[in-house]
């Protein structure tokens, strides 16, 4: 009798894990870059079991120079995505309804970073100079920047000349450029790693400039948010995330790890990663996951400021909703 209970009980065992394997929801994520720290919070949220705690299975995909978020989930190859604000507005006005249902980053890590010896000290020493600018939608806080320091980005010397950017930092470490775009956890510490130091560099944070957007948001399409099955799903997700994202801000060490043990190419180094995390947890900090309307509102009023060639033509409306936050936060 005792064995055949013992059966009964491991037999009922496999059937519940087989159950909860089939009843998992899937959620396929595409990232806006590669797998980095960028990402702390989605990979420890798999790594944790969040998100199968919340009945989910999700596909964490990375991103890369050739791959733009908005362009997969319009092709229907991924159910939410990562990307900037500016870039979601902009493919919004163009036809493709992005929704912002979660902002894990409260702060900007953007900024220009420069030659000292370039003759840069203050914006007003950009004209005439060349400076570094990523595209693929990361363009946009740069143009409108440059829109309200009244600087054309044709080139002569009442503008600066713009200098298509790979994702790296080779044109400042060939002086190439007097300034490249730099990110906080990342290529700035790039820039360190290939021996400037940072006594012979001039930073300007986006967000000290007062144009600094909003970045690394969640975005869904509208039609889907149509959906309660669809929307309760996005609801563990957030859920699930943005508890990755604390552990990850507490837990940095531990989070580089989880990032590096899923990178799959390589590349990355747990210097690097363990730098990155640091970094990015000074920018999740403050954040629970829902979009502060104040943050909204900058970054679409600095949008709008584009004199004759805006990011944004009109105010959106419907890019954003608190509906998913609101239910994952309760």
């Not at 970073?113 to 003759?119: A, D, N, V």
Request: glycine residues 10%; contains cysteine.
């Amino acid at each position: 009798m005792k064995l055949r209970f013992a059966s009964l009980l491991l037999a009922s065992a496999f059937s519940l894990s087989a159950f909860q394997a089939v009843a998992a929801e899937k959620v396929v994520l595409q990232l806006k870059w590669v797998t980095q720290a960028q990402f702390a919070g989605y990979y420890v949220a798999k790594d944790k079991g969040f998100y199968e705690e919340e009945g989910l299975d999700v596909e964490i995909k990375p991103g890369g120079p050739d791959i733009a978020p908005p362009q997969v989930i319009a092709g229907g190859g991924a159910d939410v995505v990562v990307d900037w604000m500016p870039s979601a507005l902009a493919t919004r006005e163009k036809g493709v309804a992005l929704v912002n249902i979660a902002q894990p980053f409260k702060s900007s890590g953007m900024m220009l970073t420069c030659l000292k010896e370039s003759g840069v000290a203050t914006p007003d020493d950009f004209k005439g100079k060349t400076l570094g600018v990523w595209f693929f939608g990361n363009e946009y806080p740069f143009l409108s920047w440059m829109s309200q320091l009244g600087l054309k980005t044709e080139g002569g010397p009442d503008g600066v000349t713009v200098l298509k950017q790979g994702f790296n930092v080779d044109p400042l470490i060939q002086k190439q450029a007097a300034c490249i775009s730099t990110m906080t956890y990342n290529e700035y510490g790039q820039v360190l790693d290939a021996g400037i130091k940072p006594e012979d560099l001039v930073t300007f944070k986006y967000e000290d400039q007062g144009v600094a957007t909003l970045e690394d948001g969640l975005y869904v399409l509208e039609d889907k948010l149509k959906d309660q099955a669809f929307k309760d799903k996005m609801v563990k997700f957030v859920r699930a995330s943005m508890k990755g994202w604390k552990y990850a801000e507490t837990n940095p060490d531990e989070a580089a790890g989880i990032v590096l043990e899923n990178d799959s190419t390589g590349a990355q180094t747990e210097a690097h990663q363990k730098f990155m995390m640091s970094e990015v947890a000074k920018l999740t900090a403050g954040s629970n996951g829902a979009l502060d309307e104040a943050d909204y509102k900058r970054t679409v009023e600095s949008l709008l400021k584009g004199g004759s060639d805006p990011v944004i033509t009109k105010e959106p409306t419907g890019a954003f909703t608190h509906e998913i936050t609101d239910a994952a936060l309760k």
